[in-house]
């Protein structure tokens, strides 16, 4: 019955998304996510050291606690799934309940994030109970556990911090203009200039691969689809398109500027995973007595 409460949460979050729309991730932005994330482990801390024995800490801890915050948010993920995600001018174009529900750009929702955030709780609340037994450090546990929850907060935390831009590229001038998703225009810390183009094709004229080496004041460097240059902490730059009329005399190439200064945490938590991974694959088996 006390798992009501946890349906009720997202009730209340499918509720406040049909009245205001999709989380305002302006308002998290660093160093507020930072704070608030800090503000968060500590109430956690405490909850688990002070408040141990409270109806609260106990429920929070409970199983059934842990398999419904894992079943709801694998319900968040199928809505993702089952529903096209759309940019946010998109989906607020839509006039139906199920894009005021924020179906339609679900990642951005409050019932979406909730359920992160209530997973991240109750998975924050496992690690302090487990990482270790009767004072022996628990490595499989701590790794895959950890590993887990540093995972989803990279992603849940530095959301407001991700950027993508996109910018025109040109062999004539350098450059330094890009814009966001909506249009706007930005001015990032370095210039870019197209130095070379080259396209191959298949015997039947489609291109087959292209790849551009762009010019920055530090750096020469070439980029091909799927593989990124970092040229900045957090900063990656992906080649998307070109004239193909013009094929190799393209005097442009459009890149997409990709800022994530989270991304590290992420990554950290998942090789945490794998390093967890290995050591439960490596586990000497429990021979019984006979």
Request: glycine share 6%; net charge positive.
């Amino acid at each position: 019955m006390k798992n009501l409460f946890l349906y009720l949460y997202i009730v209340l979050a499918f509720l406040v998304q049909a009245y205001i729309g999709n989380f305002p991730l302006s308002m998290m932005v660093f160093p507020m996510n930072l704070l608030l994330a800090a503000v968060w482990i500590t109430l956690m801390v405490w909850l688990y050291t002070k408040m141990s024995t409270s109806a609260f800490t106990r429920f929070l801890l409970s199983p059934g606690t842990t398999i419904h915050s894992l079943v709801i948010v694998i319900v968040m993920a199928l809505i993702i799934g089952l529903f096209p995600q759309l940019s946010p001018s998109e989906a607020a174009s839509q006039d139906t309940l199920l894009a005021r529900l924020g179906c339609y750009d679900f990642v951005t929702s409050w019932p979406f994030l909730a359920a992160l955030f209530l997973l991240q709780t109750v998975l924050g609340m496992c690690i302090l109970r487990g990482w270790r037994h009767k004072k022996h450090f628990r490595p499989r546990f701590f790794f895959v556990h950890v590993g887990l929850w540093l995972a989803l907060f990279g992603g849940f935390w530095g959301a407001a911090d991700t950027e993508i831009l996109r910018m025109p590229v040109y062999r004539e001038a350098p450059s330094n203009e890009a814009f966001h998703e909506d249009g706007r225009p930005t001015f990032l810390a370095y210039n870019l200039q197209l130095h070379d183009f080259q396209v191959d094709y298949y015997a039947n004229g489609i291109p087959s691969r292209y790849a551009a080496t762009l010019c920055a004041p530090a750096d020469t460097f070439t980029l091909e689809v799927n593989h990124p240059y970092s040229i900045l902490w957090g900063e990656d730059i992906y080649l998307t398109s070109y004239d193909v009329q013009k094929g190799a005399q393209s005097p442009y190439c459009i890149v997409q500027i990709v800022r994530e200064p989270w991304k590290y945490v992420t990554a950290a938590g998942i090789l945490l995973l794998l390093m967890g991974a290995v050591l439960i694959f490596f586990r000497k088996p429990k021979h019984s007595r006979t």
